[in-house]
Nanobody, 118 residues
Framework: QVQLVESGGGVVQPGGSLRLSCVAS????????MRWYRQAPGKEREFVAR????????NYADSVKGRFTISRDNAKNTVSLQMNSLKPEDTAVYYC???????????WGQGTQVTVSS
């Protein structure tokens, strides 16, 4: 049974930082692209960041570029999202996503709430 478990969410003031983590189990971690998405109240879920195995290529949404950093540790089956200079508009539920590199299959975590407020 595949599980993605996120942690690290919370409440932070504007300009602050948080680090999210996602631990995967039940899959061959190195066979998956790992992504973070987020969904704010009343909005559609949107892409935040992606990391690819091998050369470690990363991609980011324009709205978080330069502030967020995604990384993965294949030995620990973990993907992390370091979020700096947080803004109120970053407030959302953040979801971890694992996309199989070889077949049309993806998994989602349960989400972790991030609230940026003074």
């Amino acid at each position: 049974q595949v599980q993605l478990v996120e942690s690290g969410g919370g409440v932070v003031q504007p300009g602050g930082s948080l680090r999210l983590s996602c631990v995967a189990s039940g899959l061959t971690f190195s066979n998956y692209y790992m992504r973070w998405y987020r969904q704010a109240p009343g909005k559609e879920r949107e892409f935040v960041a992606r990391v690819i195995i091998g050369d470690g290529t990363t991609n980011y949404a324009d709205s978080v570029k330069g502030r967020f950093t995604i990384s993965r540790d294949n030995a620990k089956n973990t993907v992390s999202l370091q979020m700096n200079s947080l803004k109120p508009e970053d407030t959302a539920v953040y979801y971890c996503n694992a996309q199989d590199m070889y077949v049309r299959r993806a998994y989602w975590g349960q989400g972790t709430q991030v609230t940026v407020s003074s």
